[in-house]
């Protein structure tokens, strides 16, 4: 079927840790892959996205490589920040069907 | 103005009340979205509404109801809901042609007694 699924949190790192937050996917053809994140109270923002294969996209020190040959999206920060604490979705789209979303993962980042 | 607006933050209701969500963006987004999100769950797509048309009903209860009254509006109506809809209710938007980069309210905070 078509699904996405991340690894399982919480995450709990320490400021200046490095970060991956694994992501598969599963899908008919070549869906756009897309990072959101979630801060305390708010709603879903787009963190990150690419759109074919071997593209990164990058924002805010956050990357993630579209693999097609492994189906994941992985995404990595060098350096976390306690401002970074959130929860991560990873997500996928595909024309004409609407965005599907991972379970997401807790970051917790400590000083 | 890249925001959408979502009102109230927060509501109470009971499972006999009529209450509203109220969504509003200013992006001339044409795609509006609700979602309905559980604790440590993701969002869950409710409806899809495409140039003020619902386009898209994930087999939602009657119980909600949307409407959209122009294209910076979006509500959802609530009547007679049950404890287990109790949940963060997000709004969403789109362009039309980049249906996939949604721009996404803070949400209301639903709870049902």
Redesign the interface.
């Given at each position: 079927g078509n699904s996405v699924t991340q690894m399982e949190g919480p995450v709990t790192l320490s400021e200046e840790a490095f970060l991956t937050i694994n992501c598969t996917y599963t899908a008919t053809g070549y869906p756009?892959l897309?990072w959101?994140v979630q801060y305390p109270?708010?709603?879903?923002?787009?963190l990150l996205?690419a759109t074919k294969a071997d593209d990164k996209g990058s924002n805010k020190g956050f990357e993630a490589t579209y693999r097609k040959e492994t189906t994941s999206f992985h995404l990595e920060k060098g350096s976390v920040q306690v401002s970074d604490s959130a929860v991560y979705?990873c997500a996928r789209?595909q024309a004409g069907t609407?965005?599907i979303?991972?379970?997401?993962t807790?970051l917790s980042v400590s000083s | 103005d890249t925001e959408v607006t979502q009102t109230p933050k927060h509501l109470v209701m009971g499972m006999t009340n009529k209450k509203s969500l109220k969504c509003e963006q200013h992006m001339g987004h044409r795609a509006m979205y609700w979602y309905k999100q559980k604790a440590k769950k993701p969002p869950e797509l409710m409806f899809v509404y495409s140039y003020e048309k619902l386009s898209i009903n994930e087999s939602v209860p009657s119980r909600f109801s949307p409407e959209c009254p122009n294209s910076s509006l979006l509500n959802l109506h609530l009547h007679a809901l049950q404890p287990e809809d109790s949940a963060l209710y997000l709004c969403a938007s789109s362009q039309q042609f980049d249906r996939e980069k949604l721009f996404f309210g803070s949400g209301t905070q639903l709870s049902v007694l």
């Open positions: 756009s897309f959101y109270g708010e709603g879903l923002q787009l996205k979705f789209g609407a965005l979303f991972g379970k997401g807790t | -």
